[in-house]
């Protein structure tokens, strides 16, 4: 819709015809100082011009136009759109994703097919995201070292996208948690202590780093970040071998322990992912334990208008004095 937000500025409208009321002509002042008001001689020779010729009444009403246009620039129109819902303060959470070579373990179906756990991460994640409005979202990707992927950031969709375009193996091979949980905590340190999460996804246990699990946990309690640690990776699959099928632990490498002991130490909680549909029950009580904060300020974007009453005045303005030269 569109509105003037200084309505009151239309007052000014006749003022050209008050003008040419109440002051006296130019040759009847005593000083000899006259004050010109915009097309006054135009309101002034308004019967003459009306009686000589057709270019006289269009300089008279392109003078008007002019006029009425100024004012309107001068009432400040604007366009105003729809109601857009500004959540008042969100939680800040940082996403870690473990992308050491252990990752390509084939043990997720998804959508009918067998996926490695990367690409279960990538989709169960994702859905996740899109659902935080009003949250900040941070990316975290660590291998031998932690990699800031994405700050903190309300842009959903450019960290689902570098999420979508991350692979195994492209921080290393190793698997160190306790600097991812350094780094998140760096990145997290400027928001406040209530609203700072971390979800920690990773199946192995660390062999990389500088910093180790519980250390970086024990700094994280200390700092008020919750951590939700998340084990990925199936229990038991079958592997074919020489002496048939033999019954295998893909994730005899998960170090539970340690995970649970994080999750314990900054008052979040441990979940165990074993299958696709375990990851989405995990980011639905994600979503029940951590809601997204309530949308309760609203505001309508503008755009000022004043720009094209102006130039339209302006280009009036041009053709009232080509009118008038022709005239003479």
Do not use: C
Not at 215 to 224: I, L, R, Y
Not at 313 to 326: G, I, K, N, P
């Amino acid at each position: 819709m569109y509105e003037f937000l200084w309505w009151w500025a239309f007052l000014l409208l006749p003022a050209p015809l008050l003008a040419r009321w109440w002051l006296r002509p130019a040759g009847q002042m005593a000083s000899g100082v006259a004050l010109k008001v915009p097309f006054l001689e135009d309101f002034q020779q308004g019967g003459k011009l009306l009686g000589r010729s057709w270019q006289g009444l269009l300089a008279l009403l392109l003078g008007i136009v002019a006029w009425m246009l100024l004012v309107a620039a001068a009432a400040r129109p604007v366009w105003i759109g729809d109601t857009v819902a500004v959540p008042v303060s969100g939680r800040d959470l940082m996403l870690a994703v473990d992308l050491s070579g252990s990752m390509q373990e084939q043990d997720f179906i998804l959508n009918g097919q067998v996926v490695d756990r990367l690409v279960a991460v990538k989709a169960v994640a994702g859905d996740f995201i899109r659902k935080r409005s009003g949250d900040r979202i941070g990316l975290v990707l660590f291998g031998d070292q932690a990699y800031l992927q994405a700050p903190l950031t309300f842009d959903r969709q450019t960290v689902l996208q570098l999420l979508n375009e991350s692979a195994i193996g492209l921080a290393g091979e190793r698997t160190a948690i306790g600097d991812a949980i350094g780094l998140a905590l760096k990145r997290l340190q400027g928001s406040p202590e209530k609203n700072r999460v971390l979800i920690l996804m990773t199946d192995g246990a660390n062999t990389a780093g500088s910093v180790s699990p519980l250390e970086a946990a024990d700094m994280a309690a200390a700092a008020g970040l919750k951590i939700y640690t998340v084990g990925i990776g199936s229990e038991s699959d079958q592997m074919r071998s020489m002496f048939g099928f033999q019954l295998m632990n893909p994730s005899a490498d998960l170090d539970e322990r340690t995970l649970k002991s994080i999750a314990d130490k900054t008052k979040g909680e441990y979940f165990r992912a074993r299958d696709t549909e375990e990851f989405q029950k995990i980011y639905a009580e994600l979503d029940r334990l951590e809601p997204v904060e309530k949308e309760a300020e609203h505001w309508r974007p503008q755009q000022e208008l004043f720009r094209w009453p102006l130039l339209a005045a302006f280009v009036l303005t041009l053709l009232t004095a080509v009118v008038r030269l022709e005239q003479e």
